[in-house]
């Protein structure tokens, strides 16, 4: 069983920044990608922001520049430091991680946390 926590949401007037952190218990593997998506109101879940195991990151692009991923693997943490915060920004922001094997990839999520970015 995986568990996945996140942390960090709020409201934030537009420019300010945020930081994200989710802490995953379980076992997760040594082959997983970690990531941020979001979804805003009426719109599908997208990917934010993914890291491998070994550190390649990739980042949606309109978050190219301001947002920053990190993980830290001895602990199973993953942050999203947010920076120049937009109002399209809004969103539920959740965790994820991919847990891949040689048979499938088996995926988790956390709860969500509310990121609120005001004009």
């Known amino acids: 069983q995986v568990q996945l926590v996140e942390s960090g949401g709020g409201l934030v007037q537009a420019g300010g920044s945020l930081t994200l952190s989710c802490a995953i218990s379980?076992?997760?593997?040594?082959?997983?990608?970690m990531g941020w998506y979001r979804q805003a109101p009426g719109k599908q879940r997208e990917m934010v922001a993914t890291?491998?195991?070994?550190?390649?990151?990739n980042y949606e692009d309109s978050v190219k520049g301001r947002f920053t991923i990190s993980r830290d693997n001895a602990k199973n943490t993953v942050s999203l430091q947010m920076n120049s915060l937009k109002p399209e920004d809004t969103a539920v922001y959740f965790c994820?991680?991919?847990?891949?094997?040689?048979?499938?990839?088996?995926?988790?999520w956390g709860q969500g946390t509310q990121v609120t970015v005001s004009s």
């Open positions: 379980g076992t997760i593997f040594n082959n997983n990608i």
């Open positions: 890291i491998t195991r070994g550190g390649i990151v």
């Open positions: 994820n991680v991919v847990r891949r094997t040689l048979a499938t990839d088996y995926n988790s």
